[in-house]
């Protein structure tokens, strides 16, 4: 199966730091996904990307697409504590039958 | 409009145990995937279907199956179960495509003891 790989696996930073983390995929996927995780809850979705180059933003998140079409990125801005929880990214290409989902980013937000 | 519902919440079987897990979609959404996530790990796709149709299937033993109702509600179940079965099991909805934006459950937690 398709292997996405995310880094860092863990973060622990000060609350009003900026945050990045990306995802790098073994294929070229025509769909990104970023989710964020809280302990025992379903996945919300953060951000979808369609489109290479594209850069979206959510409040004080912003994702890109690669222009690879291989790797993500997401970065939070001046980070709160209720941005604590894992962050996953997820793909897919046009004719494929699922999503492949990172290892996960675990975020820890120090007040 | 509702998010997509899973029922029960939790669950504690023994091994060997038969296990039926519901989901709901998003009012609207044809397309249902179930995934299975094992504590540390992200979610691993187990079945996609869309419009009562199976198409898609990961890397899981038959004691695993699903299906799919006239009104997009899905059941996955699993049989004899095993130890290794124990995981928050999710449950995806999207509008048409597989490869549409997935919007996840709560999922259902299961304890195979």
């Known amino acids: 199966g398709q292997q996405l790989n995310q880094s860092p696996q863990s973060m622990f930073i000060q609350e009003g730091e900026d945050v990045s983390m990306n995802c790098t995929s073994s294929s070229i996927f025509n769909t990104w996904l970023w989710y964020k995780q809280d302990p025992g809850e379903g996945p919300v979705l953060l951000i979808a990307l369609y489109k290479a180059g594209e850069l979206t933003s959510n409040g004080r998140l912003t994702a890109q697409f690669g222009i690879t079409r291989k790797d993500s990125f997401l970065n939070i801005s001046a980070s709160i504590p209720s941005d604590v929880g894992i962050y996953f990214c997820?793909?897919?290409?046009?004719?494929?039958?699922?999503?492949?989902f990172g290892t996960g980013t675990s975020l820890t937000v120090i007040p | 409009d509702a998010g997509v519902t899973q029922s029960p919440t939790h669950l504690i079987k023994t091994r060997g145990q038969h296990v039926t897990l519901r989901c709901s979609p998003i009012?609207?959404?044809?397309?249902v995937s179930w995934y299975q996530q094992v504590l540390g790990q992200g979610p691993q796709f187990i079945f996609q279907y869309y419009e009562k149709e199976e198409r898609g299937r990961g890397n899981f033993p038959d004691r695993f199956s699903a299906r799919q109702f006239p009104n997009y509600s899905s059941e996955l179940n699993v049989n004899a179960l095993l130890l290794g079965d124990s995981a928050l099991y999710l449950c995806?909805?999207?509008?048409?495509?597989?490869?549409?934006?997935?919007?996840f459950g709560p999922g259902t937690r299961l304890t195979v003891l």
């Open positions: 997820a793909g897919t290409f046009d004719t494929g039958n699922q999503f492949y």
């Open positions: 995806a909805s999207s509008w048409r495509r597989v490869t549409d934006t997935q919007y």
């Open positions: 009012s609207g959404h044809k397309s």
